[in-house]
Structure formats: structure tokens, C-alpha cells
């Protein structure tokens, strides 16, 4: 069963930073395009950062450009970015998934809170 589950959630305050983790089981991921999503409440689910099995082929939402960083371990299946830089709007639930994402393997998510 291909399973990823997210960690590393949390209340931060703004400014602060969270490293969010990734951990795949199931399957390999190495030769797949990989990414983080992430919803609000409210709002849709939306793609936040992209990365290549070669690691070199990176993208990221403006929304977030300058202040995450998404990185990838093919051989132990981890997606782990540090997000710096933290801001209110940032709050949302944070999911990792392939692109184009798979209905079937998303995840529970990681709650992030930015609140003062």
C-alpha cells in the first residue's frame, strides 16, 4: 500500500520556521516529479513547490518564493523544505504528493499555524 504521510506541523510565530517532512512507504518515488501542496480554510488545495528526481528542475509559488525551500532524499523516499519566514497567510494544511498529484495517495496532512 503506497502511503505518504507529512510532519512537522505547528503553531510558529510570524517570522519564525518549520521544517516539514515527507515520508513515503509503498513504492518508490525517486523517478517521480514531487511536491507540496497546501489548502486554507475556506479555500482550494494549491501546489506551493515542485521538485524533479534530478533535483534540478525546481519551482515555486510566489506566494512562497524566497521563503521555502523543498529538497528530496531519492534513496529514503523524504520531501523535507524548510519554510522560513512564516507568515499569517501561511496557515494551512500542508500535503506531499506527485505532479500531477494521485487522488489515492494523499495524505493526512500537517496542520501549520502562524500566530502571534
Not at 97 to 105: D, H, L
Request: glycine fraction near 10%; proline fraction near 5%; aromatic fraction near 10%.
Amino acid at each position: 500500500q503506497v502511503q505518504l504521510v507529512e510532519s512537522g506541523g505547528g503553531l510558529v510565530q510570524p517570522g519564525g520556521s518549520l521544517r516539514l517532512s515527507c515520508a513515503a512507504s509503498g513504492r518508490s518515488f525517486s523517478t517521480y516529479i514531487m511536491g507540496w501542496y497546501r489548502q486554507a480554510p475556506g479555500k482550494e488545495r494549491e501546489r506551493v513547490a515542485s521538485i524533479d528526481w534530478t533535483k534540478k528542475d525546481i519551482v515555486y509559488a510566489d506566494s512562497v518564493e524566497g521563503r521555502f525551500t523543498i529538497s528530496r532524499d531519492n534513496a529514503q523516499n523524504m520531501l523535507s523544505p524548510p519554510m522560513d519566514t512564516l507568515k499569517p497567510e501561511d496557515n494551512a494544511i500542508y500535503y506531499c504528493n506527485t505532479i500531477p498529484a494521485k487522488n489515492g495517495y494523499w495524505g493526512q496532512g500537517t496542520q501549520v499555524t502562524v500566530s502571534s
